[in-house]
């Protein structure tokens, strides 16, 4: 792409959503007045301040050279230093949540302390800071880890999600470690006491905002804007920053309830696409989904422990079921467990269940299928296995060799079959078992 | 880009004499170039326009500083740019999806060009938004200054505080997703021209 062309489309783009007759300077004018207004005003201030400091002064010294002044003194002294039931109650404030002064730090909110730094992986902040870096054993559906860096004496690990409009942010201090600005909160928030692991920990629903037309920021509480979750553990401040459409309070906590400081992150990338509705993936009831699809769906009579069928989808295109069992039924918010995808196949049409493609994919490259894909068997049925997912980049996507990421997909001649797990570690043995226990002839 | 104007020195000697008046002029010649860039970096033509205007306000602030033997064009944007950038991060929500929707009545009733066009230009549009908007704020700003403002890369580099070598990846990186964006509104352009 030559410079004069990008040059243009960047031109056409702003001069489109500008427009190009805007005349500015009314508005700069009208500012510029009150500036000049305010100047004024300050400037008086100022005189009149100095003059007072200047009768302060005077009274001072007559103070500290008559006598009757050091008896005035004293006792005025005494009035300030005062310890009687008269003082006035000091309002209990919530554990070091508080409302710096924005404008003094920078005027942004706390944001520029995440300066552009280099994101570097888990691995790197681990060799390179003084303390323990915790991470999520577990990361919510939708959201991948984008990195993380050192700043000061914390640590940022940063997740969003898939379409960039929401993310969560994991700050953690060293031991002793005070809090950024980034996380601060407003003393009129409305704190909400919760619990992570045994520790007491605040949570609050609400962002500092600043308008275009404002000078000073406020403090702006309700859904759909910043949520913040804030504990303390071993001399160490934790804050989950949560923005976006999908954070919520039970995403907040058990993000922080599956902190670790042991292996590695889940990634679940990509979320498999919902096969309706955008919210919920998988909102139907089993009953729901056969009616709805057609046909009785084939159930694993084999499972892990502890996995249980949270429901189902249907996708008209291609006519495919979906089975979402979880691992950790008690954490809904967690996709966390095995899908099974199912399609009955009709003679002379296509297997609509995706084939496996493995390798990378880039904005300067074709895609290049490489990797390993075992061929083994279902029953008498061949089946493909595959370890890994695509790993969106910012120049493409290749697939990332994840073992929490498996797949098993195989065919026969009246249904295609895929399991699918996310998160969870379950391997080519504990598949085929659970493809085994399926009945392969219902109908 | 309006790099030098006689007329430009004119004001800016009024400016330092007092006059506020003279602002106008400077306001007049390069408000257009000033609310572009700002919205290229923000993503946002209000803010874009605040942003505009608070740069004015500090350039006359800042205006004794000003080396009158050099264009005033690229040390004002350079204000431009810094006020953008700091927004943006303040913001910590640049590029709204608002107003990205296809206005088709607004395409079908347009005597000038035909819908065709007129939707293929609105992909273009949408997908070099998208690219920027994907962008992290550092890196977008690295992209307006090299490829809209011309500025060279050493002077991106001073401005925005990273290493060279830094810059040269970011405006790599940009330009590369740019045209992966803008190849597919291409296809989508193809497409639609059947």
């Known amino acids: 792409m030559g410079t004069d062309r990008l040059f243009m489309y960047l031109d056409d783009l702003a001069a489109a959503e500008t427009g190009s007759s805007k005349d500015l300077w009314p508005d700069v004018r009208t500012r510029l007045e009150k500036q000049i207004q305010m100047t004024a005003r300050k400037q008086r201030i100022t005189r009149a301040a100095a003059a007072g400091v200047a009768v302060l002064a005077l009274i001072i010294i007559g103070l500290v050279l008559t006598p009757q002044g050091r008896v005035l003194a004293g006792t005025v002294y005494r009035f300030f230093i005062r310890t009687d039931h008269l003082a006035p109650a000091v309002k ?3 554990t070091r949540w508080i409302a710096p002064d ?19 992986s888990l691995d790197e902040l681990r060799s390179r800071v003084p303390f323990t870096v915790m991470a999520p054993a577990v990361v919510p559906a939708g959201y991948r880890f984008q990195g993380g860096f050192q700043e000061e004496n914390h640590v940022v690990l940063q997740f969003a999600q898939e379409d960039d409009l929401g993310f969560i942010l994991l700050i953690q201090s060293g031991p002793g470690g005070k809090a950024l600005t980034l996380t601060a909160v407003s003393e009129e928030a409305t704190v909400e006491s919760l619990q992570v692991g045994e520790n007491r920990a605040e949570f609050v629903s609400g962002v500092f905002i600043r308008k275009a037309d404002e000078t000073e920021f406020s403090w702006m509480e309700g859904e759909a804007v910043q949520q913040t979750l804030r504990w303390e553990a071993n001399r160490r401040m934790f804050t989950l920053i949560g923005r976006g459409e999908g954070v919520s309070k039970e995403i907040l906590l058990a993000f922080a309830n599956s902190l670790t400081d042991q292996g590695k992150l889940v990634q679940v990338l990509p979320t498999p696409a919902p096969l309706s509705g955008v919210e919920e993936p998988f909102p139907l009831r089993l009953e729901e989904v056969e009616k709805t699809a057609g046909f009785a769906a084939v159930l694993p009579s084999e499972l892990p422990d502890s996995y249980q069928l949270m429901g189902g989808a249907y996708q008209p295109e291609g006519k495919v079921v979906e089975l979402w069992f979880s691992e950790r039924p008690e954490e809904p918010v967690l996709r966390q467990g095995l899908t099974i995808r199912q399609v009955v196949l009709t003679e002379g049409e296509v297997n609509p269940l995706p084939r496996f493609v493995l390798g990378t994919y880039g904005v300067d490259q074709s895609p290049q299928v490489q990797g390993e894909i075992t061929e ?3 029953g008498e049925w061949p089946a493909q296995y595959v370890v890994g997912t695509w790993q969106l980049e910012e120049t493409g996507a290749k697939w990332l060799a994840d073992p929490w990421m498996t797949r098993l997909r195989w065919q026969t001649d009246t249904r295609a079959f ?12 504990d598949l085929l078992r659970i493809a085994a226990s399926m009945d392969q002839g219902a109908e | 880009m309006p790099a030098f104007d006689s007329t430009d020195l004119g004001d800016i000697q009024q400016l330092r004499e007092d006059n506020h008046n003279a602002l106008e002029g400077l306001v007049e010649r390069h408000q257009t170039r000033a609310l572009r860039t700002a919205y290229l970096i923000c993503g946002d033509p209000d803010e874009a326009a605040d942003i505009a205007q608070d740069a004015f306000l500090r350039a006359m602030e800042k205006i004794a500083q000003f080396d009158p033997s050099r264009p005033f064009a690229p040390w004002f944007m350079r204000i431009v740019v810094n006020l953008a950038l700091k927004r943006c991060l303040t913001q910590a929500r640049a590029y709204s999806l608002e107003g990205g929707e296809t206005i088709w009545e607004e395409i079908l009733a347009s005597p000038q060009v035909g819908p065709e066009e007129e939707t293929s230009r609105r992909i273009l549009r949408e997908r070099v938004r998208e690219a920027l908007r994907r962008l992290p704020p550092r890196e977008r700003a690295a992209l307006v200054m090299r490829y809209y403002l011309d500025m060279p890369e050493a002077e991106i580099s001073r401005e925005l505080g990273g290493p060279l070598g830094t810059v040269k990846w970011w405006l790599h990186r940009a330009k590369a997703r740019l045209r992966a964006e803008t190849a597919l509104a291409g296809w989508a352009e193809r497409k639609g021209k059947g």
């Open chain 1, 92 to 94: 209990p404030q919530p």
């Open chain 1, 102 to 120: 924005l404008n003094q730090a920078g005027g942004d909110a706390g944001y520029s302390e995440l300066s552009m730094n280099a994101l570097s």
């Open chain 1, 376 to 378: 083994t068997r279902v």
């Open chain 1, 418 to 429: 895929q399991l699918s797990t996310w998160g969870a570690k379950l391997e080519l043995d």
